[in-house]
């Protein structure tokens, strides 16, 4: 029997039909992976978190709560993490690349073309979910795709102000939540911290979506993503819900655009101040180290200088 060899599949000399077939596919530009890999993330969060949302309101929380939307957006984010991260790092949001840009882990050049295809992403998902839910919509809605109202369903894509909220109350609701999430994910790969197993960050940055929804949603939706908002309500323009998904809630749609980046810069700032710029230098660790130890030779020779003798194989120096 001849056995087969598992050899990468981009290889000719072994490589059968499929192989051969998938190879013609392979992307070598780096960016241009990245830049994929940031779409699929992307939509995969949305397509859960959104589909959720779907199911709850056509349901009329017959089948889900506001629990549920919580679970959906966190495990969509975590089974998004998953899918993009090994690739482009996973940011699935323009406010954690800015921020990124901002403390040089990320290139200035790279982040237009991260924000079009987490954009992208999150644009497909809704439409995903629409196509998926749209004899629920129509049945619920009566036929009527509206942006506000009992029956409203453009909810179920972007995020809408409750409406005791003030444009200054949601703008704060925005730089307090990204702010939030941004020192997590700091905290969670800060490796001179207490950093999370590298197989569990995806979960744990799921955590923290599900702890800010049930903390911080009911105020606006917490977008905490510019893309996760602006790629579904475009979507929705075009789709049928017309221009009023840009003029409800006092022109609420720029909010989840600018707070979100400021409340991430925000969130950047504090955990750099308060936490990573105390960090011992690796280099001055190290130092004081070697002098500590060079100090406790010192003494021992001096409390007994019986072994520091020639005779006993030792050459007097410690250092």
């Known amino acids: 029997m001849r056995t087969l060899h598992k050899l990468p599949f981009w290889c000719p000399k072994h490589a059968t039909g499929m192989d051969r077939l998938l190879n013609t596919f392979r992307i070598r530009s780096s960016l241009v992976r990245e830049c994929l890999a940031e779409c699929l993330g992307v939509y995969i969060m949305i397509l859960f978190g959104c589909g959720s949302v779907a199911q709850v309101t056509t349901s009329e929380n017959s089948n889900g709560h506001y629990l549920s939307i919580n679970l959906g957006f966190a495990l969509g984010t975590t089974f998004g993490v998953y899918v993009s991260r090994g690739v482009s790092g996973a940011h699935l949001n323009p406010a954690v690349s800015l921020s990124l840009c901002f403390l040089g882990r990320h290139p200035w050049t790279r982040l ?88 569990l960050q995806p979960v744990l940055v799921g955590a923290v979506v599900l702890v ?70 690796k280099g001055l660790i190290s130092e004081s180290s070697a002098q500590g130890q060079a100090t406790e030779n010192r003494q021992a020779v001096e409390l007994h200088p019986e072994k520091n003798n020639p005779k006993d194989g030792l050459d007097g120096t410690l250092m």
């Not at 309500?233 to 609420?252: C, K, M, N, P, Q």
Request: negative net charge; hydrophobic residues 45%.
């Open 112 to 199: 237009p073309f991260y924000v079009l295809f987490q954009i992208l992403g999150a644009f497909m998902a809704a439409a995903t979910v629409a196509l998926q839910y749209y004899d629920a919509i129509q049945f619920y809605s009566g036929g009527h795709l509206t942006v506000s109202g009992p029956k409203a369903t453009a909810g179920i894509f972007s995020t809408y102000p409750a409406d005791y909220l003030s444009l200054w109350g949601g703008i704060m609701d925005q730089v307090v939540g990204t702010a939030a999430l941004m020192v997590c994910i700091l905290a969670l790969g800060d490796t001179r911290n207490s950093p999370a197993p590298a197989g």
């Open 212 to 281: 800010i929804g049930v903390s911080m949603g009911s105020n606006s939706g917490y977008a905490l993503n510019p893309a996760r908002d602006i790629g579904p309500r475009l979507f929705t323009y075009i789709a049928g819900w017309g221009d009023e998904v840009f003029r409800a809630g006092r022109s609420w749609w720029w909010v989840p655009l600018v707070a979100t980046c400021a409340g991430a810069l925000v969130g950047t700032l504090i955990y750099e101040l308060l936490i990573e710029v105390h960090h011992p230098e």
